[in-house]
């Protein structure tokens, strides 16, 4: 059983070898333990630091793509050095290295093919109240869009089995975080939670420059990953409100054209009848959206076998 942690980096040098010293050497039930960075675009010496403390494995992008491409590309590096288990944390040394051991323990006991680590947020001196109530609020959109009981989605500390990370897409260019929950739920996979320890703040947090835009960012990544899974539903859901409206207004317009006095309210006529199109087109527009999504569901089924073709393929040159 191998296990690769990897950690996205970006001008982490600072802390890097902070990050790396915390991290475990030996997990009973692990047979090979490896570590691995994805350096971001980093214009420091990231990359120096982190061959200097004996990382086996970078991979490097010559400019700053984004922590969900970065993930991504760790992942699949990964997977070619033949992880059975893969943990993701933070180069900033937020999660405790020992709470590894934890987020591991129920995949290498067949319990679940992911799992996240729940911080104690609200006990976080450092999370301000305005953002711990925020991290609570984004935390249940996420549980409602995926149909899942995680307590903490922002948490970037966790670990996926071979088979899950597979099967891992990530169409979204801002963070993986929430998108990954969000189709672990839909696509059932076994999907859970385990407490975790946080460590002192050694840098403030670059995934956003205000909490206004960390907010707008997350809630249209929700809406982006519950429409690419749910689209009918999202749709009707959407074509509901105007369809019932314009119908009011209708019924309104007829009764007091029984009553003889409709005279002058052809404007409602009108409105009603835009309303009902419109809820009429949301209908249709996620009927069409459906029947994309059972489209993808083919071309991920396609996009699965040939990664695992693939990494299979690249890991018997690696043997050889």
């Given at each position: ?291 994309i999504a059972a489209n993808r569901k083919i071309l991920e089924d396609i996009q699965y076998n040939v990664r695992k073709m693939d990494v299979e393929k690249k890991r018997e040159k690696l043997s050889d």
């Amino acid at each position: 059983m191998k296990l690769i942690i990897q950690i996205p980096c970006y001008n982490e040098a600072e802390t890097l070898e902070v990050a790396l010293n915390d991290l475990p050497r030996q997990i009973e039930g692990i047979d090979e333990i490896e570590y691995l960075i994805i350096n971001d675009g980093s214009k420091d010496n990231t990359v120096e630091v982190a061959m200097n403390w004996g990382v086996n494995y970078v991979v490097s992008f010559t400019r700053n793509r984004g922590l969900a491409k970065g993930f991504m590309a760790g992942i699949e590096a990964c997977l070619e050095h033949g992880a059975d288990i893969i943990v993701n944390t933070d180069a900033d040394n937020q999660y405790c290295g020992e709470d590894i051991e934890t987020i591991v323990r129920p995949i290498l006991e067949g319990k679940a093919d992911i799992v996240i680590g729940e911080r104690p947020i609200d006990q976080t001196e450092h999370f301000s109240p305005l953002k711990k109530r925020l991290q609570h609020f984004g935390s249940w959109v996420v549980r409602k869009a995926s149909n899942t009981n995680i307590p903490d989605a922002p948490s970037g500390f966790r670990a996926y089995s071979r088979e899950a990370a597979l099967r891992i897409n990530v169409v979204n260019e801002y963070t993986y975080t929430l998108e990954t929950i969000v189709q672990a739920g839909r696509t059932k996979m076994a999907i859970m939670s385990v407490p975790v320890r946080t460590n002192a703040e050694l840098r403030p947090s670059r995934l956003f420059s205000s909490m206004f835009g960390y907010v707008k960012k997350s809630m249209v990544t929700i809406v982006r990953a519950y429409v690419m899974y749910k689209p009918l539903r999202f749709f009707t859901y959407l074509g509901f409100i105007p369809f019932i409206c314009g119908v009011g207004i209708g019924i309104r317009y007829i009764v007091l054209l029984c009553m003889r006095t409709a005279n002058g309210h052809i404007q409602s006529l009108i409105l009603a009848s835009m309303l009902i199109l419109l809820g009429v087109m949301c209908e249709v527009i996620g009927v069409l959206a459906d029947v994309i999504a059972a489209n993808r569901k083919i071309l991920e089924d396609i996009q699965y076998n040939v990664r695992k073709m693939d990494v299979e393929k690249k890991r018997e040159k690696l043997s050889d």
